[in-house]
C-alpha cells in the first residue's frame, strides 16, 4: 500500500528510510528488514528522494528511474517504496518529518539511517531539530562504525541513546532517543553499482568562452576522467598520494624497487613508528597494484602531539637511511599525516579519521573492520 499523499490515522509504526536510491539495492533491503525485525514495525518506507543537498546532482538519476529501483526490491506490503516527499514543498529531511508527524498523525515513526550519515548528520539542516522531535536507529556500515560513535553527533545525543536490547521500545520513546542496532552489516553500495556500471569516465561538454564565428565548428566533447568518488569524506584531499591511496588499487609500477631494499625500509618505518608508540602498525604490499608506491605503511596515532613526533622522528631516520627526498604532508593538527618515501608511503591517522578512510578494506581485503562494541 502505497503512503496518500493525504495521510491517514492509522495506528502503526512506521520505519522511514530516506535518501536517493541511485539506485536502490540488496543493502537497503537488508537494513529495512533488520529495522522491521529488530524494531518490531509494521513498515518500512524507502522515502525516495527527489533530490540530496549534499550529493551532486550531475550523478543522479532521474526520480522515476530511482522510485522504479526502489520498487523492485520491495515486496508492496511491509517494505514500501514512496516518491510522497515529491509533494512537499521543502525538502530537507526536518522538513520532511513535520510533513509526515502531521500528515500520519496516529503513526509512530523511527527514522533509519546508516552509519555513514551519523557521521555526516551535523551537516544536515537543523539537525538537533529532527532528534527533538523524531526517534531514530542507526544502522552499522562498513568502515564507518567507529568513526560515527565517535563524531560529533554521538557525543551531543549520547545522554539520549538506547541500549540496543532495549530497541524494541524505541518507536513508542518520546524523542530525543536513539539505538545503534548490532545487526549484520550488509557491503552492498549504490557507489560502487554506479562506478561498477559506468567504470570511472564521463563526458563533459565544454561551453566556449565567446560564441563560435559562422562557419566555424564549436568546441568538441572531450571525455575526461571522473575523480574517485569517496562516500562519506566531508573534506577534500590534498596531496595526489592520498589521492591515489583513497582511489584503490589501479596501475603497476614500471620499475619497482628490489625486495631487499623494500624490506628493509619497511623494517626501520615499522621499528620508529612502534618505538613512538603507535598503535595498530600495518604494512601492505602494493607491488603490481599501485601506481605511486610499492610498499604501505598505515600506524594510528592518539594525539596530534603524537603523530607529530611520529612524523618528525621517521623523517630524520629515512635521511639518515639515505632516503634524500622526504615529503610530508598534513603536520600540524590533521587527522591524517602522510611521510612521501618514494617507494613506500606511510599514512599516520587519528582512530576516527583511519576508520573513516578505510585503506585497509580498500587495498588489501584480508583486513577486515572490527566488530561493532554494543552497550
Known amino acids: 500500500m502505497t503512503p496518500s499523499r493525504y495521510g491517514d490515522r492509522r495506528r502503526i509504526r512506521i520505519g522511514i528510510l530516506g535518501g536517493s536510491f541511485n539506485p536502490a539495492h540488496a543493502g537497503h533491503l537488508h537494513i529495512a528488514r533488520a529495522a522491521l525485525a529488530r524494531l518490531r514495525l509494521n513498515e518500512v518506507w524507502l522515502l525516495v528522494s527527489p533530490g540530496n543537498p549534499l550529493k551532486d546532482g550531475r550523478d543522479m538519476a532521474p526520480l522515476a528511474v530511482r522510485l522504479a529501483s526502489a520498487r523492485a526490491i520491495a515486496d508492496g506490503k511491509r517494505v514500501i517504496a514512496t516518491d510522497i ?71 551531543r545525543l549520547g545522554p539520549w541513546r538506547m541500549r540496543t536490547r532495549s530497541a524494541t521500545a524505541l518507536a513508542a520513546m518520546v524523542p530525543p532517543a536513539w539505538v545503534f542496532l548490532d545487526v549484520r552489516q550488509h557491503h552492498a553500495s549504490a557507489t560502487a553499482i554506479r562506478q561498477t556500471a559506468d567504470p570511472g569516465r564521463k563526458t563533459i561538454a565544454r561551453k566556449p568562452t565567446t560564441p563560435a564565428a559562422p562557419g566555424t565548428k564549436s568546441p568538441a566533447k572531450r571525455t575526461v576522467k571522473a575523480p574517485p568518488v569517496l562516500a562519506g569524506v566531508a573534506k577534500p584531499i590534498g596531496s595526489l ?72 622522528h621517521l623523517e630524520k631516520k629515512l635521511r639518515e637511511a639515505g632516503i634524500k627526498r622526504v615529503q610530508i604532508e598534513g603536520l600540524g593538527g590533521s587527522d591524517w599525516v602522510l611521510i612521501d618515501a618514494g617507494d613506500i608511503v606511510v599514512h599516520l591517522f587519528k582512530p576516527d579519521a583511519r576508520v573513516l578512510y578505510g585503506l585497509e578494506r580498500m587495498w588489501g581485503s584480508e583486513f577486515d573492520e572490527p566488530a561493532v562494541q554494543t552497550v
Open 85 to 155: 516527499e515529491r509533494h512537499f514543498h521543502r525538502r530537507t529531511t526536518q522538513n520532511t518529518l513535520t510533513k509526515l508527524h502531521m500528515l500520519f498523525p496516529c503513526a509512530q515513526f523511527v527514522w533509519l539511517m546508516g552509519a555513514d550519515n551519523l557521521v555526516q548528520l551535523p551537516r544536515w539542516n537543523r539537525w538537533m531539530d529532527i532528534a527533538r522531535h523524531t526517534v531514530f536507529a542507526v544502522l552499522p556500515r562498513p568502515t564507518y562504525n567507529h568513526a560515527a560513535l565517535a563524531a560529533q553527533a554521538a557525543h
Open 241 to 312: 598520494r592520498k589521492k591515489a591511496a583513497t582511489a584503490g588499487p589501479r596501475g603497476k609500477r614500471e620499475k619497482p624497487a628490489t625486495s631487499e631494499k623494500l624490506d628493509g625500509l619497511q623494517a626501520l618505518i615499522v621499528t620508529s613508528l612502534e618505538d613512538d608508540k603507535a598503535e595498530g602498525v600495518l604494512a601492505i604490499d602494493l607491488a603490481g597494484r599501485a601506481a605511486f608506491a610499492d610498499r604501505m605503511v598505515i600506524a594510528t596515532g592518539l594525539a596530534d602531539r603524537q603523530i607529530s613526533a611520529m612524523a618528525t
